[in-house]
């Protein structure tokens, strides 16, 4: 029966009535104790049965991992049983990610031994083991124990592993090493990450992003720079490897985006984002000159909420040093007709700017894409909106930004963000509504919408967000500065 459930092209349904039917008990057998053409009949069965989910969590529930790990692991396997195993073992990782959230969560491995143990096996030289490897864990980084995967991959320097790999000529190797790497760049640790990649891994990534002509592998490989650390060293490695224009063919040209490209284009602004620095001047303008800005802005009405809130915090690092730049508006001497017209007087920065040499929100026309993101439902991508429409009124900019917030009617998208799920975002909000509201102007307009959220969030905020609500409700009148919320 074995050699027949090896042989057999089988529909789900056949593979689901099987395992209920109790076939798991004579294959395990066979994978334990069985001579080694039986292993082999009784893996390459597992292998036909494990690729419906399902029937994975099941073999998975009734311990076949650790028989399977051991054959893996035994160097006197035939380099084909050992592939075979391999290739079920990761049909079992896969099913991890397809678990219902309502029984009990299953995981492949769980001790950190046997997870170095099976990330050891990729230094083998066998393509097809090592890329079911890769897949297994690229799987396992998408499941519910994906933290635990994370931190115990790290822990046996799996990215001085993955990093050589990366240049390898086998292509669908390399391909799943990116995509681990990017996993596992997610949410690494700066540290080890500039420990392994450096200028070469730089050129290496922009290579098969102008190479590869395969989706996936690109938008990991852009992934990959998305997650590197945001430091100078890393933007001179991609400026001098030409990244910039690179990254920059993958942003759209217009509104309309086809929603499989959304995971390239998500990558690509992540990515970009290392040029937009606001302590490195000249990457600034490099990206600012190559067109950037206006498709950042396009990007905030068109993109996904990962894109917007890239974009916006792109936008925020632009905006931070438009008011250097701005150039002075010359005062009037002589005759009136040669001097510049009022009108070209920025309303914020109270001098000359344009979108390529002062990078000016206004000028972008990104003021009021930027208010529409903070209607987003995720808080997160509201606060980078946010963050990027406070550079407007700081500093000296209060009054003259906040008439230009006024216009773009920010200020009553900011008030509804009081309530917001996000303390962090409530306490940014009260801070920038307490600097608005010390103007009479703003105070009488909108104070009394904003009354009811700020004493709700004296009753109700942490300390921090306490506090500075009731100093808000102070500038309105409603509460005296001895009230005992301060």
Known sequence: MATTLAEMELMDHNKSSLLEDGVLSSLFHLVSCGDIEMK????????????????GLQIIREGA?????????????????????AATIMHLAISTTC?????????????????????SLINLRSPNLQQSILRAFHAMCQSPSAATIKTN???CSAMEVLVPLCDLDDHNVRANAIKLLCCLTEDGDEATILEHVDRKSIETLLTIIKTSSEEEEIASAMGIISNLPKCFQITEWLLGAGGL????????????????????????????????????????NKAAKIGLIPVLVQLLESGTSL??????????NFSANSLTLSRPF??????????????????????ICTIETSFCLVEAGAVEPLVMVLGEPEPEVCEAALDA?????EGDKLQSGSKVLDEAKAIPSMVKLLSAPSPGLQEKVLTSLERIFRQVEFKQKYGASAQMPLVDLTQRGNSSTRSLAARTLAHLNVLHDQSSYF
């Open 153 to 155: 991959l790290t822990q």
């Open 307 to 316: 894109t917007k809130k890239q974009a916006a915090l792109s936008l925020a």
């Open 65 to 85: 991992v650790g028989p399977l790990l051991d054959l893996l692991c035994n160097h006197s396997s035939p380099p084909t049983l050992r592939e075979q195993v």
């Open 99 to 119: 678990q219902d959230t309502s029984e009990t969560q299953v995981s492949l491995v769980e001790s950190g031994d046997d997870i170095c143990r099976l990330f």
């Open 245 to 284: 224009p690179v990254l920059f063919n993958f942003l759209p040209v217009s509104k309309h985006v086809d929603s499989h490209k959304n995971s390239l284009i998500e990558n690509a602004v992540g990515a970009i984002f290392h040029f937009t620095d606001p302590t490195n001047q000249p990457s600034q």
């Open 330 to 351: 010359p005062k009037r001497h002589g005759f009136w007709c040669f001097s510049p017209p009022s009108e070209m007087v920025c309303p914020v920065h109270r001098g």
């Open 389 to 393: 429409l406070l550079t407007l009124i």
């Open 40 to 55: 082999r009949v009784a893996v390459k069965a597992l292998q036909n049965l494990s690729s419906l989910p399902k029937n």
